[in-house]
T-cell receptor, first 112, second 115 residues
Framework: NAGVTQTPKFQVLKTGQSMTLQCAQDMNHEYMSWYRQDPGMGLRLIHY???????DQGEVPNGYNVSRSTTEDFPLRLLSAAPSQTSVYFC???????????FGQGTRLTVV | AQSVTQLGSHVSVSEGALVLLRCNYS??????LFWYVQYPNQGLQLLLKYTTGATLVKGINGFEAEFKKSETSFHLTKPSAHMSDAAEYFC?????????????FGQGTRLTINP
């Protein structure tokens, strides 16, 4: 059982480039989220979804887009990468409100 | 707005000693509370959670935490540290309306175990 799978694991982008971080889960979870992790700041919520076709902004949404066309997939798009977006990105899913959030292994992104 | 404060970005204990990681939260409504552990280059794994009911919560790997509403605290403890406990620990809160998909995390505490 794969759980939450993120690709790629590592990525280097040049300033201004765009890319999509992929996230897929095979647990049929309704709830999915994207977080970024920066040293000394814990994890901060970027965007989240409570089901297919429904997304909303978290604490730090600027510069990122999401969509949720299927229950399984929740891609995160960087529109025009900036050095401030250098971070480790985590995707998470959960079956219910208050339930355990399952995290992927993370994507380490460097913007130069 | 909800917030979480973890006291001490680094904690170091000897193997076999008590582990105490502190977490205080602010929330305008009764919260769900979580502790997650992150091993190097890995994602986060749930240690334990409090939603309702008993205020002393037991988790995996011998960890437990107590929800104290009057102190707005949810400190994590383990009676006897093991070398394998070395990791980063995150306290998180979510209000009842949002559930686990909208977590607010503390800044993390890195736990080092000395032989």
């Amino acid at each position: 059982n794969a759980g939450v799978t993120q690709t790629p694991k590592f990525q280097v982008l040049k300033t201004g480039q765009s890319m999509t971080l992929q996230c897929a889960q095979d647990m049929n979870h309704e709830y999915m989220s994207w977080y970024r992790q920066d040293p000394g700041m814990g994890l901060r919520l970027i965007h989240y979804s409570v089901g297919a076709g429904i997304t909303d902004q978290g604490e730090v949404p600027n510069g990122y887009n999401v969509s949720r066309s299927t229950t399984e997939d929740f891609p995160l798009r960087l529109l025009s990468a900036a050095p401030s977006q250098t971070s480790v990105y985590f995707c998470a899913s959960s079956a219910s409100r208050g339930g355990e959030a399952f995290f992927g292994q993370g994507t380490r992104l460097t913007v130069v | 707005a909800q917030s979480v404060t973890q006291l001490g970005s680094h904690v170091s204990v000897s193997e076999g000693a008590l582990v105490l990681l502190r977490c205080n939260y602010s929330s305008s409504v009764p919260p769900y509370l979580f502790w997650y552990v992150q091993y190097p280059n890995q994602g986060l794994q749930l240690l334990l959670k409090y939603t309702t009911g008993a205020t002393l919560v037991k988790g995996i790997n011998g960890f437990e935490a107590e929800f104290k509403k009057s102190e707005t605290s949810f400190h994590l403890t383990k009676p006897s540290a093991h070398m394998s406990d070395a990791a980063e620990y995150f306290c998180a809160v979510s209000d009842l309306g949002q559930g686990a998909q909208k977590l607010v995390f503390g800044q993390g505490t890195r736990l080092t175990i000395n032989p």
